[in-house]
């Protein structure tokens, strides 16, 4: 292929809409298949959601005001073995916290001082491995990090700065043109451009979406007593508050609350913070101190009704933004690229396009049962305790004791750790056949 026309393409078997997380792995993951597949992104960084880039900020005090996102995924024991077979988990392995124990509590704490720390934890459903991690932490700079040095040893084209901004579909081809003005076409569009995703909408496929209600605070955290490895959950009236462990005894807090009450503890002092993450947490690690920014999260989780239409793909949150109670979100999308490479292997074998309609119906049947269960769970956990006093619950017997029957606990258990749900090659540690 001309050099020219390589790094200005018009037309390509497989793009890619948004460089996140998910189109950055998507790309990656693709790249083990027969198809030469394009990467487009609107941003030359990290994307911040936020709009908050400290590249675009226009002086140094602007920089220095913007909040350091330190926000961090959760990749269980399957995902962590896809990416290392993908060659991106060895340039991670020493930036992971692994988890070997996770606690999970319910209502508020009822050790209200550091000096009732020793009493008896309320944590009362407990889950450990003994032979390998349930999964990893890491910061998501550092996975962006990895992701972007590994892509550069693929075949990948990347184009940075530049946005698809309209999209037709005509003989069996993708067609879209971009704000510079450059046209592409292609077999297969895979939409990772996220939550408010404009290629879902341009291609009109719908979602449904709950309404804006809670926020989420998310924070690094230092404590008095060593993490041990262990994740914590305790599902509070407002929504949960989770600490994930991380490197050199530090934890990552996600604290979800009602949209006001977020607000209310984001005005906050650090000081009144730390009193106010005590008293929501209890004291199981002693003394918490926030260390760094807190940084604010609007939470409206969305689920598309059909992640296809023709020659269109969507992939990571622009499927599924899922509430992050259960840090499944980023798992998903891990999902969907190890599905969407066996689907595209196997149709390469039959000497199918990558948009062949059986490659979107494959998918499709592919991503149902794990998709649809994650959210559901998801949405029900949250609703389950999201202004529901625990003596409702008490009286309609549901909450913990429901979850601590034994058989529902050891399954909860292997499907967080991933591959059960989802038998695609990769997440069994296998490259797409
Ligand atoms: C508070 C919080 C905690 C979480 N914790 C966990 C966890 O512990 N574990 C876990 O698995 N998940 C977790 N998640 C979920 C996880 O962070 C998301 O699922 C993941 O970051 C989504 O990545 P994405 O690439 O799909 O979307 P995004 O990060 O939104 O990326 C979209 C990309 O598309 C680009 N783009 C948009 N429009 C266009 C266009 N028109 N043209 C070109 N490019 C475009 C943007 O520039 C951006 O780069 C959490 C989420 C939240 C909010």
């Keep these: 292929m001309p050099d020219k026309q390589k790094n200005d393409p018009k037309t390509a078997e497989i793009v890619i809409s948004g460089g996140g997380l998910t189109g950055l792995m998507m790309a990656i993951t693709l790249a083990h298949t027969p198809y030469d597949v394009t990467l487009i992104d609107r941003s030359s960084g990290i994307d911040r959601s936020s709009g908050s880039d400290p590249a675009s900020a226009n002086s140094a005090e602007e920089a220095a005001s913007i909040p350091r996102d330190r926000r961090t995924t959760t990749i269980h024991a399957a995902g962590a073995k896809m990416l290392d077979c993908l060659g991106v988990w060895s340039y991670l392995a020493d930036k992971a916290a692994p988890i070997w124990h996770m606690h999970v509590a319910e209502g508020a704490a009822t050790a209200t001082t550091n000096k009732h720390s020793q009493a008896k934890s309320d944590f009362n459903l407990h889950w450990s491995h003994d032979d390998a991690p349930m999964g990893y932490v890491v910061e998501n700079n550092h996975l962006f990090a990895a992701l972007k040095k590994r892509l550069t040893s693929t075949n990948v084209r990347y184009i940075q700065d530049e946005t698809i901004s309209s999209l037709s579909i005509s003989g069996q081809k993708a067609h879209m043109t971009c704000a510079s003005g450059r046209a592409i076409s292609c077999d297969l569009l895979i939409a990772c451009d996220g939550a408010n995703s404009p290629l879902r909408k341009l291609a009109g496929l719908k979602t449904r979406a709950a ?127 190890a599905v969407l490479a066996d689907c595209l292997a196997q149709a390469h074998q039959r000497g199918l396009t990558a948009g062949h309609p059986s490659v979107l119906r494959d998918y499709a049947a592919g991503r149902n049962v794990e998709v649809l269960a994650m959210s559901a769970v998801t949405t029900a956990l949250n609703n389950l305790f999201f202004n529901m006093p625990r003596s409702v619950r008490r009286l309609s017997g549901i909450g913990m004791s429901l979850v601590n029957a034994s058989p529902l606990k050891r399954t909860l258990s292997h499907i967080a750790a991933g591959g059960k749900l989802n038998k695609a090659s990769l997440m069994q540690g296998k490259l797409p056949h």
Excluded at 230 to 240: C, H, I
Excluded at 277 to 292: I, K, M, P, Q, S
Excluded at 305 to 324: C, E, K, M, Q, W
Aim: charged content about 15%; some cysteine.
């Design 211 to 337: 309404s804006h209600r809670q926020s989420a605070i998310v924070a690094v955290l230092k404590s008095e007593r060593p993490h041990g490895n262990s994740a914590f959950q305790r599902f509070l009236v407002g929504g949960p508050i989770a600490l994930m462990p991380m490197p050199n005894n530090l934890l990552s807090l996600v604290w979800t609350l009602p949209t006001h009450e977020a607000d209310a503890h984001m005005a906050m002092d650090n000081s009144q913070f730390d009193s106010a993450c005590n008293a929501a947490f209890g004291y199981d690690l002693g003394r918490l101190t926030v260390d760094g920014d807190r940084l604010l999260w609007p939470l409206a989780p969305a689920l598309s009704l059909s992640p296809t239409s023709d020659n269109i793909v969507l992939a990571g949150d622009a499927f599924h933004a899922i509430h992050p109670l259960a840090g499944q979100g980023y798992n998903l999308a891990l999902g969907d690229a």
